[in-house]
């Protein structure tokens, strides 16, 4: 592969990184869901919380949404969120931001082999 399209691929990698990477979204419900689970089948979670959700048997005691700049949308529902609550989604941020981190330093080390002469 040529230096040019060497270069060339590493910016479609940047590109699509920063484009999954543009903001981590964090959601803590409580509730209650029941679900009948045939043996060896994975429930289908994004099914079950809209139903859910809908259904108005689980709320959003928190959201928050961490941009690429920096900026940080917070929400708590003050009936709904404990103490408990609030650590658990700090700890899902935390865990979150943990793996972007390792993720964006594969990829950077990934394009940097890309491109580094050999």
Known sequence: MSGKKKFEKALETIGEAVVDF????????????????????????????KKAVTEGKVIMAASTTVHIDGDCDHFEDRDAITDGLRESHQNAIE????????????????????????
């Open 22 to 49: 543009s903001q981590l979204n964090v959601r803590t419900f409580v509730g209650s869901i029941k679900v009948d689970v045939a043996a060896n089948q994975d429930p289908k979670w994004d099914e079950l919380m």
């Open 95 to 118: 865990a979150g931001q943990t793996a972007r981190k390792a993720i964006f330093d594969m990829i950077t080390d990934k394009v940097q082999k890309m491109i580094k002469p050999v």
